[in-house]
């Protein structure tokens, strides 16, 4: 075995194949400069050779590791259209005034060209929360920092 033929216990081997592959993976995703990999590296306290080599292999790699990590991510449904209904009971057998609101919401959704229908329901004060909650996110989105991050995850 590799372990046996480096002299090395086989559980202190994969962890070190596990903290190297953590390593080039986090930095390839964040496509971080030389400098910046340089430094994380550093502080491991290294030989300075061997952190030539691992700067090497991360520079090699960075692209493909990055086009790798892009085919193993999830892909997620988009929207494609959106109908509502507002339903109001005003009155039911034991209560003659009431006055209470239903909004359903019929959500089209496309995958890999299939498209898919969910059905939501829900009462007008949640949907005002939820419809709060996008516009915020919709908001931090503009900030100068999710431009930066966005911009590198690109």
């Known amino acids: 075995s590799l372990a046996g033929s480096l002299s090395v216990d086989a559980e202190a081997l994969q ?3 596990d903290g190297l592959s953590f390593l080039l993976a986090e930095s390839s995703k964040l496509m971080i400069s030389e400098t910046d990999f340089q ?3 550093h502080v491991l306290g290294f030989s300075d ?5 691992l700067l090497q292999l991360y520079l090699d790699n960075r692209k493909e ?7 193993l991510a999830p892909t997620f449904p988009s929207y494609h259209n959106l109908e509502w209904r507002l339903d109001v009971q005003l009155a039911s057998r034991s209560l003659r ?3 209470k609101p239903l909004v359903t919401l019929k959500l089209h959704l496309s995958e890999d060209g ?3 229908a969910r059905v939501l329901q829900t009462d007008p004060s949640t949907l005002l929360h939820l419809i709060r909650q996008l516009e915020q996110a ?3 989105m503009k900030s100068n920092h999710c431009r930066r ?3 590198n995850m690109k």
Request: charged fraction near 30%.
């Open 39 to 41: 430094d994380s590296v």
């Open 97 to 99: 005034q009431q006055i």
């Open 138 to 140: 919709l908001g931090e």
């Open 65 to 71: 590791i990055r086009s790798v990590l892009s085919e």
């Open 15 to 17: 962890r070190g194949l």
């Open 114 to 116: 299939d498209q898919t």
């Open 49 to 53: 050779e061997l952190n030539k080599l």
């Open 149 to 151: 991050i966005v911009r």
